[in-house]
């Protein structure tokens, strides 16, 4: 992947998380930007859990040309899952064309946490024909623990007005601790 902003990494980005979230294995992002033009993750898997590491501070920004989309990235399991972010600052520049910056949910039972370091999202907004709720981040399941760490959320907005909202940071459903 080009950290240099200059090149497209939605393929080589949706390559890593495809391998690592059904492993349950970490997705190491060595420091920079990384220019992207859609989802980085499939939109839902059987099972598995979404670990990034970020060596340095990481951005992952939207290409202004882009398409409007649904999900940044995405782990949704019917099995519990799990989910981590460590290291740098991951920051999510959405730029208007994208409704969700992380979608964290599983339909499983009790069990799975959620410890996210330092992370950032931007100018989330709900673009496409879809009528549906948008969340900068969101934690959807019966974790029994929640840890974020100093999120930041800056801009979530849609441009439908239908039944829902934006959210920065939706949680639902937890069984545990929410910090």
Not at 91 to 106: M, P
Request: glycine share 10%; net charge negative.
């Amino acid at each position: 992947a080009d950290p240099t902003g200059a090149t497209d990494n939605t393929a080589l980005l949706k390559a890593l998380f495809d391998v690592t979230i059904p492993a349950d294995t970490i997705a190491v992002l060595p420091a920079g930007t990384y220019k992207v033009s859609g989802p980085i993750t499939s939109s839902s898997y059987a099972a598995g859990s979404l670990h990034i590491r970020c060596v340095g501070d990481v951005t992952i920004q939207v290409d202004a040309s882009s398409t409007a989309f649904s999900k940044l990235i995405s782990c949704y399991t019917t099995a519990i899952n799990s989910s981590t972010i460590t290291g740098g600052r991951l920051t999510l520049e959405l730029a208007n064309l994208c409704a969700n910056g992380i979608y964290l949910r599983h339909s499983g039972t009790d069990g799975g946490t959620v410890n996210w370091g330092p992370v950032a999202v931007n100018n989330a907004k709900n673009n496409t024909a879809v009528a549906e709720e948008n969340q900068a981040l969101l934690v959807y399941g019966r974790y029994t623990s929640v840890k974020l760490d100093h999120p930041i959320v800056d801009g979530v907005d849609r441009v439908q007005n239908p039944d829902g909202g934006c959210k920065g940071i939706s949680i639902s459903e937890v069984v545990g601790q929410v910090t």
